[in-house]
C-alpha cells in the first residue's frame, strides 16, 4: 500500500456503512452510503470505476458516454444514458438488500476496492498522473479525504 493513499480514514467512513445509491453528477460518479452511526457518508468517483456481481461488471463509469436506445444527441445532459438507466436498476437491488460494507481494500496509487454482500465489488482506479482529485469520501459538512491527498 502506497503511503499517500488514506487507508485508515477510508475504512474508518466505509467498513460497515449501508450502501443506499448509486448516481452521478455531470460526469462523477455518486456512491451513497449510510455510515455505521446513521451519518450520509458519499464518494465521489472522477476516474475509472466499476459496480461488479459475482465477477460481471454491472456499472461502469464508461457507461456515462453511451446513450440509451432512443435517447439522441442530449441523453447525458438528460440522464438517459446506459450509466443511468443500471443505476436505476442497481439502486432498486439495493434498496430491497439494504446491503452493508465488508471490507475495504487500498492498494497503491489511490485504488481501492469496496466490498458487499452478495458477491458486489466496487473498484475504484485513478489513471491520472497529476495532481488531478480523482475521488473524495467525505461526510457533508465534515470530513474529507480523497486522492491524491494534497488536492482534497
Known sequence: MAAETPAG???ALLEGAAVRSVGRAADMGVIEFAGSAGEKVMLHVQCPFRITHEGKTLLGSADMRYAQKGAGATAFDEFRTVYDARAAT???VL???R???DTVTVGEAGEFTVTWAPAFR???LPD????VEAW???VPGGAHHGFPPDSV
Open 99 to 101: 446491503p452493508t460494507v
Open 9 to 11: 480514514p477510508l475504512t
Open 128 to 131: 491520472c498522473s497529476g495532481a
Open 122 to 124: 466496487l473498484s475504484v
Open 90 to 92: 442497481l439502486d432498486g
Open 136 to 138: 473524495r469520501v467525505l
Open 95 to 97: 434498496g430491497q438488500l
